[in-house]
């Protein structure tokens, strides 16, 4: 699908300005998204080390030492692998949920006591032009969230991942949210055949694990009615779930829902480089 960018008549504004955001990593591996306005720019998790963090934002015109916060979705180590380094070095505030600090270990907890902040389900946090909001996601850690980004009341980037099921609340903070990554970890046949021990396949399955295909999908048309425009599918399993696969199951639910699909934008987002950047124009 190509997304049909929506024309702004300039003849009668003072000025655009621009959204944009791209995810850095996805995967088991590490994850790590991007969300940048014309002056202000945060991340939403570290889960690559600080040096691969900070060469990528470098293509993308962003110094990691501009950035005006880091927000962590929860503490498992694919979404904080970078920040002991990225807190000790560069000094840049961090957001997230004290239970999940709690259960760092203590050189992680001794490198982010100067910058860590704690952050409340529902709360939101004002990092330079960005607003970032909070709201509780279902996961096996020690406190899982998702973040959704504003200027202002107007929602513009929503990130769900690692959410073993989708809830109201869920819907509910992605529902305005123009861009979206949603994680789509897995297949279900694949899952069953693979090579994960029983125990290993119960919890990703679970309703505190990871969202399937099917579950993703099934949610997309919901989102897109509700204003979701441009789609990255994020959090892919490397050995149970295809970027060809995860695709086509989000693809056909859309069509099955009788959507505009020109009008939609839907990627994936690649487990070891940058993906594309997406941008959102704002009539100022």
């Known amino acids: 699908m190509d997304y049909a960018s929506n024309m702004l008549d300039t003849a009668n504004i003072s000025s655009i300005s621009k959204i ?3 995810s850095l990593s996805s995967g088991s591996s590490g994850n790590c998204i991007l ?6 720019s945060v991340l939403i998790d570290a889960g690559i080390s600080a040096k691969s963090t900070a060469n990528s934002l470098a293509n993308f015109g962003v110094d990691i030492t501009s950035l005006d916060a880091i927000f962590i979705t929860h503490e498992h180590i694919d979404h904080v692998k970078g920040l002991r380094v990225i807190s000790g070095k560069y000094k840049i505030p961090v957001y997230m949920m004290w239970e999940s600090f ?3 270990n203590e ?3 001794f490198s982010m006591s100067e910058v860590i902040n704690f952050i409340t389900p ?5 990092a330079g032009e960005l607003s970032v909001e909070c709201y509780l996601t279902p996961h096996d850690s020690a ?14 980037v929503g990130v769900a991942t690692d959410i073993g099921c989708i809830t109201d609340e869920m819907i509910s903070a992605l529902s305005g949210c ?4 949603i994680e789509s970890n897995h297949d279900l046949e694949m899952l069953k055949t693979s090579s994960y021990p029983a125990n290993l396949k119960r919890r990703i399955k679970s309703k505190q694990g990871h969202l399937s295909n099917i579950d993703c999908a099934n949610v997309l048309p919901v989102l897109i009615k509700n204003g979701t425009k441009k789609i990255l599918l994020y959090h892919l399993s490397n050995e149970n779930n295809t970027r060809e696969i995860a695709f086509a199951e989000a693809r056909k639910r859309i069509l099955e829902a009788k959507l505009n699909v020109g009008t939609v934008f839907l990627g994936v ?3 070891y480089e940058p993906s594309q950047l997406l941008e959102i124009l704002i009539e100022v």
């Open 107 to 109: 050189d992680y907890k």
């Open 35 to 40: 969300i940048k306005s014309d002056n202000s």
């Open 143 to 156: 406190a899982s969230v998702g973040y959704v980004v504003k200027q202002g009341e107007q929602k513009f």
């Open 20 to 22: 944009s955001t791209c």
């Open 269 to 271: 987002a690649p487990q």
């Open 178 to 181: 123009e861009i979206l990554y």
């Open 122 to 126: 529902n709360e939101t946090v004002n």
């Open 102 to 104: 709690n259960n760092l």
